[in-house]
């Protein structure tokens, strides 16, 4: 990996994330019964290959509201790639049922049979 790569680009990158999760933390803080801010925040540690905290904010975004279709959307990738093809779909369902259509398209181009 070169320099500027590994000293100046991934630095500064790595930077402004922390400055993204810390603002998300703060609108949490000031707003925790909002589902926004936790689907933004586990965007930010999936990045980070924090999949665990980004799977319980995803979750908790979807206790807050049943009805948050990206958040749902964002759980049938997560446990698509963890190999849960049941939760996958479960959540891919919830998310059409509330207007986003995409997690559905994704599992059946993919041919990922419905459980």
């Not at 998310?95 to 559905?104: C, F, Q, T």
Request: charged share 30%; aromatic share 8%.
């Amino acid at each position: 990996m070169s320099f500027w790569r590994r000293k100046v680009i991934e630095f500064a990158l790595d930077h402004e994330t922390e400055g993204h999760i810390d603002a998300q933390r703060s609108w949490i803080g000031r707003e925790p019964d909002n589902p926004v801010p936790f689907r933004n925040l586990a965007q930010l540690y999936r990045l980070q290959g924090r999949q665990e905290e980004a799977l319980a904010l995803l979750l908790e975004a979807v206790r807050l509201d049943v009805c948050y279709a990206p958040a749902h959307l964002e759980l049938a990738e997560l446990y698509a790639v963890r190999g849960d093809m049941q939760a996958a779909w479960r959540h891919a369902r919830l998310a059409e049922r509330n207007g986003d259509s995409r997690a559905v398209e994704l599992l059946t181009r993919h041919s990922v049979a419905e459980l």
